[in-house]
C-alpha cells in the first residue's frame, strides 16, 4: 500500500453532475485550489453516464421559479423545503443556457426558442451530456482530478471538515487529503433493496448501482443532521429493461392501462408515487400486468422513440427490436422498481441551510445527496453545484482547515490492512450484500411485499441489518477495488439503518408506496406536516422532528 | 444486461476501462480489455460508444428476456450508428445525428 498526502483548499467528493458544475463555478469565481475526487472517470460517471432524456426541470415562458416550486411541493404533499426550491428554481435557466453553450443540443424553433416538452421540460439529445461536462471541467486552470478515487470517509474533528481519506482502487493507494472546505457531490444510494432482477441482470436498475450512498454515510457516522430518509424513490420503469417511462407518457401520451385495457391512473392520481401506488393496486386486485398504451401510435412516432431510447436507455430499444415488434404494436409493460434513496426525486439526504452548507462546518452538499429539494434533476443538480461552491468559495476566505491528527490517520490505516490482510472470513462481500438486500426485501417495505410494512417487520429489519454489519468487519478484500466494495456495503448498510429509523418515526402514509405504513394507513395532516431528520449520538440514531420552513424565508442553522 | 469484449479484434486502447462507470473493465497480460465483473454491469454502453473497433458489444440476459442479440456502435462524425445483429443473423442499423435533439 502506497500513501498519498494532498492538500487542497476545496475539495469536491464525486465528480458527477453537481461536482463538475461545482468545479466550473469555483475556477470561474475565485482562483482557488481545488480537487476532485471520483470514483470512477469523470467523462462517463453517475447518473448521467448512458445519457438523458430530456431536461426535466426548467421554467418555461410565462412560468415563474415560484411555480415550480408549487408544483413540487404539491407532488411531494408538502414536506419540502420552499428555501431550497426557490433558490434552485431561479437559476435553472441560467445553468441550461450554460449547457447549451458546453455543447449541448436543445431542441428549438424557427425563432430560436427551446421546444417545451409540457410545463417543465425541455427537449435535447442528452447522450453526450457527461463527456461535455467533463470536458469543460479538465480544461480548467485550478483544478485537479483523481479519477479512481473512492472517498471512504472524511475527517471531522468538533464538528468541524478538515479533509477526508480515500482508496486508489488501481494504484493501491490510500490518500489523505487536507481541505479547507469539502462539497459533497457523490449522488444518492442504490442496491439497498433487492432489486427487479437479482441474478445475471441485478445490476439492471434505474439508479447507477455504482452510487452507494457513501455521502448519506459518511454524514451520518459524522454526526451530520439528515432529513427525510423514509421518502424513498420508486419508480415506475419499462419491465425487464428498468428504461424510464416518461418519454412513453409524455412523449407520445401514453395512458397506464391494466390487462384489461382499463385506463387505472385516473383512479389513483398522478402524482409520482400515486403512478407506482396505482400499479402496484391494480396487480394485486387480479388485473396485472400494467402497461402503457402505445398501440396504436404512428409509424413516425415509432421512429422517434427508438432514436429517442437509444440515447438514454438502449436496453429499450433492443428488447423492441429483438421482439420484432415496435411500440406501436405492442404495449410497453411497466413495473415498479426496488426503492432508492435519492435527494433529485424526492427529498432524502442532508439537511442544509438556504446556502447549502450541511450541520457540519465546512461542508456542503448538492445534488441527489442533498435532501428537502425534490425534483431538481440534472438542472436542479447543476444549480446546487453552483450554490454550494460560491457558498464554499466565501468560507474559505475566513477559515482554514487544521491538519488531520496522525490518530486518525493510523486508525484508516490499520482498517485497510484488517481487510487485504490475511484472510479469515467465512462469507464474501457479495453474500453479505445479498443478505442485506433480503432483508430489506422482506422488513422494510421493498417489492416483495408491495412496498408496504409495518413496526414490527421494521424492527426485524433493524436488528439483521446490525447483525450483517458486524459480520461486515471480518470481510476479506483481494485487491483495492474489492475494498472499495467492502466500503461500499458498509455505506449502504448504515443508510439502511437510517431508512429503517425514519420509517419507522413517521406515524402516517403520506406518500402511497414510497412511504406506506400499515400501522398507520392513513395521512394525518395534524401531526405530520413536519419534518423528519435525524442524527447519530453516541452510537444510535436519533430522531429529530421539525417544523416546516415556510416559504419565502432563510433557513440557517442556529447550532 | 452485460458487454461483451471480442480479445482478437482489441487494440488495448484502453478507452473502455477509462469510461466504464464502475471500472468493471480491466486488462489482461496482454494489454487486452477483458469485463471482469460481467453481473455488475449497468448497462449504460459508454464501453461500447467508447471502442475504436467495434470490439465491445453488448446483450440483454436472458433473465431480463434478452434473445442473444448484439449490438455495437461505429462513429461516423456527427452520425452515431447503432449496429444490432440478430442470432438469426439479420443485421438492423439505426443511424442518430448527435447534433439532432429528440422528438420526445
Ligand atoms: C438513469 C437516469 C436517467 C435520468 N434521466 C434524467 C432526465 O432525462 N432528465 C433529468 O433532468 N434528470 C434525469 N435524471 C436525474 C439526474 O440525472 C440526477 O438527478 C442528477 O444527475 C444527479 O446528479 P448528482 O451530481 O447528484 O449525481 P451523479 O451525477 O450521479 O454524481 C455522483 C458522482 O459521485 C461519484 N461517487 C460516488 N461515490 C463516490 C465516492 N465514495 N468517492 C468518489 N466519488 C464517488 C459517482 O461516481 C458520480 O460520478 C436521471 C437519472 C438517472 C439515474
Ligand atoms: S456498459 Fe457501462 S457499466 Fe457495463 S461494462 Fe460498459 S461501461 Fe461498464
Ligand atoms: S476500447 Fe476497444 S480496442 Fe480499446 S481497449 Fe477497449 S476493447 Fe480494446
Redesign the interface.
Known sequence: MKIEKIKTQILIIGGGTAGCYAALTIAENSDAKTLICEKAHIKRSGCLAAGVNALNAYIVEGRTPQDYVEYVKKDADGIVREDLLLTMSERLNKVTERLEQLGLVILKDEKGKYVTRGNRNLKINGENIKPILAQAVENLPNVSILNRVNIIDYAVENNRINGAFGIGIENNTFYIIEADAVIIATGGAAGLYKPNNPGFSRHKMWYPPFNTGAGYAMGIRAGAEMTTFEMRFIALRCKDTIAPTGTLAQGVGAKQINSLGDVYETKYGITTSERVYGTVNENLEGRGPCYLKTEGITHEQDESLIKAYLNMAPSQTLKWIESGKNPSQQNVEIEGTEPYIVGGHTASGYWVDTNRATTIKGLFAAGDVAGGCPQKYVTGALAEGEIAALSAVDFIKNHKAQSIDKEKIDKQKSEIKKFIGENNSNFTIEQLEEAMQTVMDSYAGGIKTNYRFNEKQLDIADYKIKQIYQLTDRLHADDFQELMYIYELRERLTVCQSVIAHLKARHETRWHSFAENLDYPEKDNKNWKKYVNSRLENGEIKIILRELVKGGTQFEHNN | ??ITIDKSKCIGCGKCR??????LIKKDENGKAFIKY?????????CVKECPVHAVR??????????G?L?HTESMGDI?R?V?E?SDGEI?K?D?N???????
Open positions: 444486461m452485460s477509462t469510461v466504464c462507470p464502475g471500472s460481467p453481473k455488475d454491469c449497468w448497462g449504460c454502453t459508454s453488448f446483450y440483454l440476459g436472458a433473465d431480463i428476456g434478452g434473445m442479440s449490438v452515431l447503432w444490432i440478430k438492423s439505426i442518430i448527435r447534433k439532432e435533439s429528440n422528438k420526445y
